[in-house]
């Protein structure tokens, strides 16, 4: 049966919603690249944001020949037409400041998403055959992040790579000298 592993990295630190990443950042993507520098990718994919485009080059920097691919599925949004009623106050306040028309294109997007990156058909593996094994990185945003790897767990023949945590935060998972984590919390 084919199999896709997929690795799903947050952006970098960065300076503003829309800045580029800043000098711990861009440490975190250089770390990313370097934590994933054995694993035989075939692709990158990022979001087009600045911060994940950025975390995406600099982690592509350690693998010469592979891939790089924009995606505006992969963007910087609410995935989802959620109900701020039913939520926390906090994320209440954000899920709110969207109109519902951009949460219904948050939705959307983040459908389209789990469908190209969560996917298993050989439109996503490619005609490798009944054995193949792809492996691809995606730089993107917390939300999309809790979207497709839920999605991609519960799909028949779908194979989630788990690194420790199940997916890496570059701003976060890997801080020189920073405590061990307890595996799969985020």
């Given at each position: 049966m084919?199999?896709?592993?997929?690795?799903?990295v947050r952006h970098g630190e960065a300076a503003g919603e829309d800045g580029s990443l800043t000098a711990a950042g861009q440490e975190q993507a250089r770390l990313t690249g370097a934590r994933l520098a054995a694993v035989p990718?075939?692709?990158?994919?990022?979001?087009?944001?600045?911060?994940a485009a950025q975390t995406a080059r600099l982690i592509?920097?350690?693998?010469?020949?592979?891939p790089l691919t924009e995606s505006a599925v992969l963007g910087d949004y609410i995935p989802g037409d959620l109900d701020p009623a039913t939520l926390p106050p906090p994320f209440a306040r954000l899920v709110g400041s969207y109109t519902i028309?951009?949460?219904?294109?948050?939705?959307?997007?983040?459908?389209?998403?789990?469908e190209q990156f969560a996917g298993t058909g050989e439109e996503h593996l490619g005609p490798?055959?009944?054995d193949a094994v792809r492996h691809e990185l995606i730089v993107t945003h917390?939300?999309?992040?809790?979207?497709?790897?839920p999605a991609g767990t519960g799909r028949a023949g779908l194979a989630l790579a788990r690194p420790q945590p199940a997916a890496l935060r570059a701003d976060r998972d890997l801080v020189p000298d920073r405590p061990a984590r307890v595996p799969g919390q985020l």
């Open positions: 084919a199999s896709r592993f997929l690795y799903l990718l075939a692709a990158i994919a990022h979001s087009p944001r600045p911060r592509a920097g350690h693998r010469p020949g592979v028309t951009e949460r219904n294109e948050g939705a959307a997007l983040a459908r389209a998403a789990v490798a055959g009944a917390n939300f999309l992040i809790g979207v497709v790897h």
